[in-house]
């Protein structure tokens, strides 16, 4: 653990930009979905993406790694460009890591299975390497008992932290959130966000789009709220929850905080 | 604090377990049941005894002329018996029977490490049996190569034509299928539209036009001159009719794997093919294993009708047989061996696609 912190104190020192997306417009066919988004990932950088649904908060993430395809602006990841260039898109999803709400799990597969599956084919690391390395993440997860049985055997909070394993054994740049927690029991959330909180800590460049304003505040180095497919405010998170400038965050925060 | 315990499990009460009691749930709880129950039961005995007596019981098996079943009132299976070598082999030359068996031979004893636990090379033998055996057995079955004589597809017949008719039918509208399904789906317009254009065309006519097409109407097209084998033809017809309704059922199961999978393996970077053969196609083909085996099944009996462009398969070989003059009179017996040996192979299919799916459940998608 050490040891990764200290090469990820390094990166955040020098400050360079991972992600960038520069005047980002998507449409589902007449609707407008995501309007002029303008945003820059610092390597190390803890986002949290948070709004009402339909505000095109998750839309923005898949854009990332391309699983929706933007029509105008520019998206440039680890200095590759998001383009119809199949070259670049794979390029990209080799160095982005995405969890997903309904985990995704493939169930035909052992959790060992699915965490080596994309290292051998994508990466062409030989099968014992691949396995040593997983074994490794799914200690991180604290899940190594597991690894033998099929995703269908395992709990909701289990499928999400081998979920997790399975986007860090292609070691990314980059990791994604896409809701993680909602699709979870209340005891399970915990165990979850545990293991989210100790990736951020060893220093993983994270988005993460969630409704759980405790991991933002604890976690997060920026707040970036979004509603009707714009980000309406960005602000580091103490300042975000207590002093938000716009009044649709200031109702949102309301609504959400209140009970 | 109060510590909750929870209530012990209890065993169920007598009547409901073991023999009576499945008994008392399943054929007589309620009067309407019982009286169902009963007469099914008043049905069962008034057929299957003597069908039993008719086919075991007062069957003739010995003897080699219709003399021996002069007596009898069940079944003759001697005349089965007398003609058991046309109905496996058709007119194919007596001397060289060992050619087929050693071709079907070759097939079981190649098959049997696959259905071994232990046997590790499983992949690697199975794609030897798929590039090779069919140059093997045809090799064994045409011959005009290391010293064997050639036998003409013309003299091929009987049950070996039925089992190569449905073997090359199996083996090439499956993977057919799958491609015309995938392409199907594609999102590229040309892809898309041939593969439609193709399946809907081949889903549209009976098997008969296509089996009488390729042998009676496609010479006309073809230059003079091109021999082009009757056999040959029947064998692309079935493929390509039976892979539009394969690419259907894949089509299926394509269709009932949730996106999240096809996103997920998009997200770890796989390419198309990749996370079509690791992902999404050993799920989907799992989920439509009936209806790839129903499939089957119907391909497996639609090759009778390859009789009707004059090729012999075991039902037109055996209803030949009914045409001679020393055996008039005994088409059940006929009928009834072809329908157990077509049983028997459409059954087995059936229980081995249960027990693989059984051994492919590893729980559901989420």
Not at chain 1, 37 to 42: H, P
Not at chain 2, 222 to 243: C, H, V, W, Y
């Amino acid at each position: 653990m050490s040891e990764t912190d200290n090469t990820s104190s390094q990166s955040q020192a020098s400050g360079d930009v991972t992600i960038q997306m520069r005047g980002v417009h998507k449409w589902y066919g007449q609707f407008h979905v995501l309007k002029d988004i303008n945003l820059e990932v610092t390597r190390g950088e803890r986002i949290v993406i948070c709004g009402p649904s339909g505000s095109g908060k998750s839309t923005m993430i898949r854009c990332i790694n391309r699983l929706e395809e933007h029509q105008k602006g520019q998206i440039i990841v680890d200095g590759t460009e998001l383009t119809d260039d199949v070259k670049h898109i794979d390029q990209v999803r080799k160095e982005v890591g995405m969890v997903f709400q309904h985990f995704n799990l493939f169930p035909h597969l052992t959790v060992l299975e699915n965490c080596c599956l994309a290292p051998i084919w994508v990466r062409k690391m030989p099968r014992k390497e691949a396995e040593a390395a997983a074994m490794l993440y799914l200690e991180k997860v604290k899940i190594p008992e597991q690894a033998k049985k099929y995703p269908g055997q395992l709990s909701g909070g289990q499928q999400q932290r081998v979920a997790i394993a399975r986007s860090l054994c292609m070691n990314p740049n980059v990791m994604l959130f896409d809701e993680p927690t909602s699709a979870l029991d209340p005891e399970m959330i915990k165990e979850v966000l545990d293991t989210m909180i100790e990736l951020a800590e060893s220093g993983m460049t994270m988005l993460c789009v969630t409704h759980e304003m405790g991991f933002a505040k604890t976690v997060a180095d920026r707040v970036i709220f979004m509603d009707g497919g714009e980000i309406i405010e960005e602000n580091e998170p103490h300042e975000f929850f207590n002093n938000p400038q716009s009044d649709r965050t200031q109702l949102f925060l309301s609504q959400i905080l209140q009970h | 604090m109060s510590v909750h315990t929870p209530h012990p499990d209890l065993p169920p009460p007598l009547s409901s377990v073991g023999f009576i009691g499945w008994c008392r749930s399943n054929l007589f709880s309620t009067p309407m049941h019982t009286a169902l129950s009963l007469f099914a039961m008043y049905l069962i005995y008034l057929t299957v005894p003597p069908i039993i007596s008719w086919v075991f019981l007062d069957a003739t098996w010995v003897g080699d002329t219709r003399e021996a079943c002069a007596s009898s009132t069940g079944a003759c299976w001697v005349f089965v018996k007398v003609r058991i070598n046309q109905f496996m082999y058709g007119f194919f030359p007596e001397t060289e029977y060992w050619r087929i068996n050693l071709a079907f031979g070759l097939l079981i004893v190649l098959g049997i490490p696959l259905f071994l636990k232990r046997f590790q090379h499983k992949g690697k033998l199975a794609a030897f049996i798929l590039i090779f055996y069919p140059i093997i057995t045809f090799q064994l079955f045409s011959g005009g190569n290391f010293g064997l004589t050639h036998v003409e597809t013309s003299k091929w017949g009987g049950l070996s034509l039925t089992l190569i008719l449905a073997g090359v039918g199996i083996v090439a509208s499956l993977p057919l299928g799958i491609v015309l399904a995938l392409g199907r789906r594609s999102k590229m317009p040309i892809v898309k539209s041939v593969c439609v254009v193709f399946i809907e065309f081949w889903r549209g006519v009976p098997l008969i036009t296509v089996l009488f097409m390729s042998s009676v109407m496609l010479p006309l097209f073809l230059p003079e001159g091109t021999n082009f084998d009757k056999l040959l033809r029947a064998m692309i017809g079935i493929a390509l009719f039976q892979s539009a309704y394969m690419a259907e059922v894949v089509r299926g199961g394509l269709a009932a794997i949730p996106k999240g999978q096809y996103e997920a393996a998009e997200a770890l970077g796989l390419s198309f093919w990749k996370s079509m053969g690791l992902i999404i196609l050993p799920q989907a083909l799992k989920l439509v294993i009936p209806g790839i085996v129903n499939t089957f099944i119907a391909l497996f009996k639609d090759t009778t009708l390859v009789l009707i462009i004059g090729l012999f398969d075991l039902l037109a070989i055996i209803q030949q047989a009914f045409a001679d003059p020393d055996w008039l009179g005994y088409s059940i017996e006929g009928y009834v061996f072809a329908a157990s040996i077509f049983w028997i192979f459409c059954f087995s299919m059936s229980r081995y696609s249960m027990s693989l799916e059984k051994k492919l459940h590893t729980g559901h998608v989420r």
